[in-house]
């Protein structure tokens, strides 16, 4: 057995999470109590104060200290491997008519079944070990056993091998497991050779491991049985649920209560010195000292998870109470309008009716009880709305419950008359963001809030808006309100320097960064400008209906445009060109400056209104 | 026994989550198999068919399906609660020395001991369960029962009930309780009279309960021990997970291992029908009916929980997964400078080394996995950074550990140069937000990301500013870049027209909401215009300094003041009062279009910086 390198934990080592391992490896090294095993010689002639701590997180970063590269027999720890390798080719069902998943008062190498279900009472004792290995696939011994140290290697991330002397020594002198084997094949459990079945689980419990393979081996069931530094599946996410849920109860020989108690992480040890423990989704932990307790677990293993446990928080009943999710704010239209500037009469509507129509933004893990939270809520707000959204962009982790939650949420408002639409670009319920029919049955999914705000309003102008069609509005040249303030003569002679230009939905009027091109006033249709977000999408700063005007600030400052202007439905434009306007600041100083005085205030409230409502949105400074 | 109303799930029952409830109901309530409890005539006397489910969320909210107000006895799920009184009575250690907390595998009423302890394996067995009764506190018989009692009112909201008929029934019958009493004395567990140990059992057993007080119970414990209807605290959070840890491995007789798999929640059954379940943090289950299996537990019961926990994703090691936090956002400094406008030396500086100051903005919750990873990222950076700043405003749940952990890299990344500052306005991780001390040796803490943009700023400053002071900047008003556009002459005759004011730090200078009031140009010091953000506190939208103006807007619209001008320092201004800038427009429209144009791009372009970088930041549109 070669001895590689020894790792010391270094004071100097960088970084905070290597520190707290450190100082955990340290506070537990001053402890030599325990004894070696020693049924096999193999056992007793290992380095006795040999100590290894290492912690490998779900996404595959490890932290290592003291002697995580030492070289010793997994024993026991193969135990939910062989395990989980058997559901995986024989189904839980075929498994479970074989062994139970009870914990055992009973010593772990108790040659009996349970009295009543003549079973083994789970996979962590001998008996219920030995008969995992008999169900493992394969067309013979050599490849059954193979197929077992391929799986392990796939959660370890490397090839593993058996240790020979260890296994010889295991196969010369296991009368106890060979009698578990034949009870287990006279009460018909095994159904094949029982003699083969338990030098599979000597060679099982052969095989070599470092504390860094364990730790990998742990952060992989942590990590849904995805490998987090192969990116190898060793095995699917249900049956790690069912591995770990074993583990919780029957992991840690007798001691599995005390254990979860004060540890409160599913685990498993081996006589080898091994522990190696599991925070579901987060954590992987393994320690490796070979002086063992009373139970047969790591003196210095068992102290070392129960330091990590209590000083990092890992205990599984203390890490459930963190997922929440909140409504985190909530507004009407009335109080935050979409970037469309509307006319006056629905701008009057808006102001009437906007507090009938809600966004919801949430927030937190998308669980059972934070999608109650947030259905609780809404629901209590609906009977007063025509419309809401829900903005889930700042979810976290979103369970299929909670999409359900919401969906159903839909129908039920849907067919009380508040129509429910959602805001999640990314699909993350699992719908992606609507085409352009308004009536999607299955209610609409938007990019952004503001897009999903100007849907609201839609939905409210549709309901209460006085009945008798509107024509859309057309506006000539001399009677834009931005040549209002001017006499009827001289808006009869600026007009007449106006140049009329239409562009079809769609179609770029401005592109961003272009010179100073003329001063624009909408006639007829929607202008949008647009801006590139945090997000690498265009969102929209503010749309413009007929009757407003555009440019004035690149004709003033001299500026390029930075926003992009586009046609958000056909468009007829008056346009101003700059060489005409500089003319016109020559001959006809007050005419320009009236104008400009119009032009400069309407940027300016277009601008304010953006900023004041991407601060009231966000609450984010 | 009083028989209250019926409470039937309606198929109208108003919500999303009532009528998850009411299907589970409704899918497990065909099942009538299994038997009444028998042994004393109590039991068998119940309706057989009798049926409630509640769930009740953590923070009070309760679901009912069924008969959730049948009265029924508590019988075993007392156990749970009066070990939850011993422990607070004696202390976790000395209990421990009663009764241990590891799985058995025999029989609930098993007449004895673990062999090598000579101690009742625990708690949620016959033998533990008398142990516990036999170490309550209290003057004599009947004060023990009373604070028995009073404990479990406190976990259901209301004043409990012992039901006589049935104390009087186990009492006359449990000649096997009463062999275990004796079995404890001769050991040595019980230390006083093991009759009134017994009888307390039997009294205990006997409360009478609903499921709905079930529910509350078991929301109590989900609530860390805080009732949430009543707000009392029935059991100390440390005491709580211990009892949910031994109700996990212990709580459902001998089918744990199965529960554990197919459930995965902390739980506790009775021969009286009833069955309580927690998912820690979140939701408290209760089902009744009294059908048992051959382990004791009810049929349905079991059913409802089962089927719960799968629709809804209840199992616990599944609910860990979701605990993540991550670095949402990160950037420079360079990338979004703050909002305090700095001089043409310092902005160069500043697009010199801004990359050297970094934000990272954490979402999420910050438990140990999560800001492993936080810590990491920003370990991995901080070698290049002068400053970096931390906004958890975003996170949810914060462990101790992870303060902990960001403490400590403030600490290690202030020695090695890179100082560490928090935007933390509400002290989630314990700290105030700091005074003016630019040095405190803490690492600040700041209310918003501008203010902690402005002080890596003022770090970069510090250290890469050439040697030799500055001088404040004070500007005379013929100087003034306002009237750059001017000529001499205008210039001079236009300053006259100013009339020079100071304003002391902190005072206001122009309210919010107050009529135009005149043309402000910045002679000397630092003006601040702030408005109220969506978290009602006020926030920066711009802070100016010598050389810029403002004002301008309400001048040329007419408009009045939409944000506060404050000085930020001691300030001096020159200002053109309303009249004589109307005055000036007729006397010299050109003056006044230069001024204007002049003033509007100034405007404009802080206007549109302030879009920008509320945009990037929050990206939240």
Not at 56 to 64: H, K, Q
Not at 185 to 197: K, L, N, Q, Y
């Amino acid at each position: 057995m070669a001895e590689p390198e020894h790792v010391r934990p270094r004071a100097d080592d960088p970084g905070v999470v290597a520190r707290i391992v450190a100082d955990v490896y340290e506070s537990c090294r001053a402890d030599r109590s325990g004894e070696l095993a020693d049924y096999i010689p193999e056992l007793a002639a290992v380095e006795p104060d040999s100590f290894a701590l290492c912690l490998a997180t779900a996404d595959g970063r490890l932290y290592a200290a003291g002697d995580a590269e030492t070289v010793f027999t997994i024993q026991s720890i193969s135990k939910p491997f062989t395990y989980a390798l058997a559901l995986a080719d024989r189904g839980p069902e075929a498994v479970g008519r074989h062994i139970d998943v009870e914990p055992s008062g009973d010593a772990f190498n108790e040659i009996s079944l349970d009295p009543v279900t003549e079973r083994p009472r789970n996979p962590m004792i001998n008996a219920g070990a030995i008969t995992a290995a008999s169900l493992i696939a394969g067309r013979d011994a050599e490849e059954k056993f193979e197929r077992i140290r391929r799986c392990y290697s796939r959660f370890a991330g490397r090839e593993l091998t058996m240790n020979e002397p260890v296994y010889a020594s295991e196969a010369r002198t296991g009368f106890r497991n060979r009698a578990i084997g034949y009870m287990l094949r006279s009460f018909g459990i095994i159904e094949s050779d029982p003699d083969d079945a338990v030098d599979r689980y000597f060679r099982q419990c052969s095989v070599d491991i470092t504390c860094r393979d364990l730790a990998v081996m742990a952060a992989t069931l942590a990590n849904n049985g995805l490998n987090p530094l192969t990116r190898e599946r060793a095995l699917t996410p249900a049956l790690t649920e069912q591995v770990l849920s074993v583990m919780t109860t029957c992991g840690m020989y007798n001691a599995a209560g005390d254990w979860v108690t004060t540890v409160g992480l599913p685990a498993k040890s081996g006589v080898g010195g091994g522990i190696l423990a599991v925070l579901p989704g987060q954590i992987g932990i393994a320690v490796y000292s070979p002086r063992l307790d009373a139970h047969g677990n790591s003196v210095r293993g068992v102290a070392a998870c129960r330091a990590l446990s209590r000083r990092l928080e890992l205990h599984f009943l203390h890490v459930t109470r963190a997922a929440r999710t909140a409504v985190r704010g909530d507004y009407t239209v009335a109080e935050v309008p979409s970037r469309l500037r509307r006319d006056t009469e629905d701008m009057e509507l808006l102001t009437a009716y906007g507090h009938r129509a809600r966004l919801y933004q949430l927030d937190g893990d998308l669980l059972f009880a934070g999608a109650e939270r947030a259905v609780r809520t809404i629901e209590a707000q609906a009977g007063e709305l025509d419309a809401l959204v829900i903005d889930v962009r700042r979810v976290g982790e979103v369970s299929g419950i909670a999409g359900d939650m919401l969906g159903e949420l839909q129908t039920e408002l849907a067919a009380s008359g508040c129509l429910v639409a959602l805001v999640d670009p990314d699909a993350r319920l699992g719908r992606t963001v609507s085409g352009l029919d308004p009536d999607d049955p299955r209610g609409r999914v938007f990019l952004d809030r503001d897009t999903a705000t100007e849907w609201c309003e839609d939905v409210l102008l549709r309901r209460y808006r006085p009945p008798g069609d509107r024509l859309p509005a057309v506006i000539p040249i001399v009677e834009h309100p931005a040549l209002a303030a001017l006499g009827h003569e001289d808006r009869a002679r600026l007009a007449e320097e106006f140049e009329v230009r239409t562009f079809a939905r769609g179609e770029v009027i401005v592109a961003r960064g272009s010179a100073r091109s003329g001063l624009y006033l909408i006639l007829e249709g929607r202008v949008r400008l647009g801006f590139e977000g945090a997000d690498r999408r265009d969102h929209r700063l503010v749309t413009l209906t007929a009757g407003m005007s555009f440019g004035e600030i690149p004709m003033l400052v001299g500026s390029p445009f930075v926003n992009e202007a586009r046609a958000e439905k056909n468009v007829r434009l008056a346009v101003l060109g700059p060489r005409r306007f500089d003319t016109l600041a020559e001959e006809a100083p007050h005419l320009k400056l009236a104008l400009l005085e119009r032009l400069a205030a309407g940027a300016y409230s277009q601008m304010d209104a953006a900023v004041r409502s991407i601060a009231v949105r966000g609450g984010d400074y």
